[in-house]
């Protein structure tokens, strides 16, 4: 089974500040790997696809990178509405698709 | 607008069985590749199972391998998950989510694009 690495657990950050999340996967998924956004009591949004693809609807201050077992996701210019818990999911050859445990952005 | 909405979650005892539903609004799920998602309370996400849109591949997590069963009606635009012999460890807020589609016997994959609300399901005695 790959393993799905988020680092940190918590990032504490201030508004207008740029956010970076990590994700490490234990063997490559190549660019096979989503971001989702999730908030207290919703559903998770999915905000990037294929490593760097923005889904419909998702502001350009959310950009993703990576390939193979390191990707990043990184928040340009923290809004308010961007304190929420960070997913990664690989999707590589088949399932079970796994996903990290998360980081959660907070307010500095 | 698109939309999921799950239903079905209770309180079971240990053992006992529930089935979820979902239903799709603004879209067929017939050339959709669907799935569960599953959150215990306070923890992260855990994919459970998905099912390609003509039924032809099924795919679940290990630890609910002979005890769930995830199906689909395409002409009632409507995904279920049956679970039996629940666990503690079960207890969670089922999501029903939307992955890839098949277009011209090609498979996309955007990730899971489209959520339901969720519904909740506790095992306790």
């Known amino acids: 089974e790959i393993v799905m690495t988020q680092s940190p657990a918590t990032l504490s950050v201030s508004p207008g500040e740029r956010a970076t999340l990590s994700c490490r996967a234990s063997q490559s998924v190549g660019s096979n790997l989503a971001w989702y956004q999730q908030k207290p009591g919703q559903a998770p949004r999915i905000l990037i696809y294929?490593?760097?693809t923005r889904a419909t609807g998702i502001p350009a201050r959310f950009s993703g990178s990576g390939s193979g077992t390191e990707f990043t996701l990184t928040i340009s210019s923290l809004q308010s509405e961007d304190f929420a818990v960070y997913y990664c999911q690989r999707y590589n050859n088949w399932p079970p698709w796994t996903f990290g445990q998360g980081t959660k952005v907070e307010i500095k | 607008e698109v939309q999921l909405v799950e239903s079905g979650g209770g309180l079971v005892q240990p053992g006992g069985s529930l089935r979820l539903s979902c239903v799709a609004s603004?879209?067929?799920?017939?050339?959709?590749?669907m799935g569960w998602v599953r959150q215990a309370p306070g923890k992260g996400l855990e994919w459970v199972a998905n099912i390609k849109g003509d039924g032809s591949e099924i795919y679940y997590v290990d630890s609910v391998t002979g005890r769930f069963t995830i199906s689909r009606d395409n002409a009632k635009n409507s995904l279920y998950l049956q679970i039996n012999s629940l666990r503690d460890e079960d207890t969670a807020v089922y999501y029903c989510?939307?992955?890839?589609?098949?277009?011209?016997?090609?498979?996309?994959?955007?990730?899971?694009?489209?959520w339901g609300q969720g519904t909740t399901v506790t095992v306790s005695s």
């Open positions: 603004g879209f067929s799920i017939r050339t959709y590749c």
């Open positions: 989510a939307r992955e890839g589609e098949t277009v011209a016997g090609n498979y996309y994959y955007y990730g899971l694009d489209v």
């Open positions: 294929r490593a760097s």
